[in-house]
């Protein structure tokens, strides 16, 4: 398992921004994807956007043309990018690094948007 260190989460009013990124804590070689989660109170992970090794992305519906997904392959780390946040994309978000034979999540960081 490597240790993937996220950060940028926190409070923010309704159409607000935030920028969370996520580190991994040393090289990953053969990475076929990258991407974002999130998990609310009661409900299932899901699904935010991901980034494969091709640059292809993908988005779940109710945040396209809001978030954009990027990635840094020099460093590990790949970012997200939330803007006009709504009070219903408060979540624990967590980052995934999966390539062949592995399939790392981070610790996960609250995003909470106030009304």
């Known amino acids: 398992q490597v240790p993937l260190v996220e950060s940028g989460g926190g409070l923010v009013q309704a159409g607000g921004s935030l920028r969370l990124s996520c580190a991994a804590s040393?090289?990953?070689?053969?990475?076929?994807?990258m991407g974002w989660y999130r998990q609310a109170p009661r409900k299932q992970r899901e699904l935010v956007a991901e980034?494969?090794?091709?640059?292809?992305?993908n988005y779940a519906d109710s945040v396209k043309g809001r978030f954009t997904i990027s990635r840094d392959n020099a460093k590990n780390t790949v970012y997200l990018q939330m803007n006009s946040l709504k009070p219903e994309d408060t979540s624990v978000y967590y980052c995934?690094?999966?390539?062949?034979?592995?399939?790392?999540w981070g610790q996960g960081t609250q995003v909470t948007v106030s009304s």
């Open positions: 980034i494969t090794s091709g640059g292809s992305t």
């Open positions: 040393e090289n990953i070689f053969s990475i076929n994807a």
């Open positions: 995934r690094i999966r390539g062949s034979g592995y399939d790392y």
